[in-house]
């Protein structure tokens, strides 16, 4: 299939801040933080391979390095501020790993760097992600992507995720599920080392929510406090889809601290209202 120009959304004026969604979302999850931030920055989010508006469904390659190229492509060579949730967390990360000098600082919920949470360091309640991906691989293999969504949704969402959803709803995550899997497939091959994480010295605030599932409270955890210049916050009450199901609140702690990093040396930045920090996450 051709690959068609990427749809994105911009808005406002000022330092970049370019946004990257979770698998199965959109730019569209970001319209209100934009919002919140357009009066003073050049705010961008884009649709990433078969999301959204863009329907290319990807080249078969590694998913991460095919949107890799598109956020290259739409970042050019000026310094952003990156703000990625789960899947678009994962993505923000391995941008600042092979642009640092372009990332003005990193806000990250519950990254998706889940070979960190599969690997030998973590607890089995923390690996289940690993059984839930070869879970829902191996329904969107043997052509039943419907299951497939539902276990997907219903992981991340919580229990009856998938019947919360409009018909439409359903099938637009059931038409995503190959791309998806994708993502899966990528953030597992991944093989970066915890430490090479501390080679990020951009300012960098880590989120999390306790109400969802461990590895994303745990890959949260260990990257804050393996990268330098981490601050961290937990929202007790949200889950992993804390950015999307209550955005006002998660969007006050990214744009606080963006106004933080922004604000000229010896200015009082702007500051909005944060979730508590450091939480503790037992990783036994």
Not at 33 to 50: C, F, K, N, Q, T
Not at 122 to 129: L, N, P, Q
Request: with cysteine; glycine share 10%; hydrophobic share 40%.
């Amino acid at each position: 299939m051709h690959q068609a120009a990427p749809f994105v959304r911009q808005s406002g004026e000022g330092p970049a801040v370019l946004c990257l969604h979770s698998s199965a979302g959109s730019s569209g999850q970001w319209v209100p933080l934009m919002e919140r931030l357009s009066a003073g920055y050049r705010v961008i989010a884009p649709d990433l391979h078969a999301h959204g508006r863009n329907t290319w469904p990807g080249g078969g390659g590694n998913a991460l390095e095919e949107d890799m190229r598109l956020v290259e492509a739409i970042a050019g060579d000026a310094p952003a501020h990156l703000v990625g949730h789960s899947y678009g967390g994962a993505l923000a990360l391995r941008y600042a790993m092979r642009r640092p000098e372009r990332v003005l600082s990193l806000v990250l919920y519950e990254p998706a760097v889940w070979h960190l949470a599969a690997s030998g360091l973590a607890d089995s309640a923390t690996r289940e992600v690993l059984d839930v991906g070869s879970r829902v691989k191996r329904l969107v293999e043997s052509g039943n992507c419907r299951e497939a969504a539902r276990g997907f949704v219903d992981y991340w969402n919580g229990e009856d995720g998938w019947d919360r959803l409009s018909a439409p709803q359903q099938s637009r995550v059931e038409a995503q599920m190959p791309r998806i899997m994708a993502h899966f497939d990528a953030v597992f091959a991944d093989r970066t080392p915890l430490i090479a994480y501390a080679g990020l010295d951009m300012p960098a605030l880590l989120l999390s929510g306790g109400a969802g599932p461990r590895c994303g409270q745990y890959t949260a955890r260990l990257l804050s406090i393996t990268m330098p210049r981490t601050d961290a916050g937990h929202f007790p009450a949200l889950g992993h889809m804390g950015p999307v199901v209550r955005a006002t609140q998660v969007n006050e702690a990214i744009a606080g601290f963006v106004d933080q990093v922004a604000a000229p040396r010896g200015t009082p930045p702007r500051r909005a209202s944060r979730p508590a920090l450091r939480p503790a996450i037992s990783s036994a």
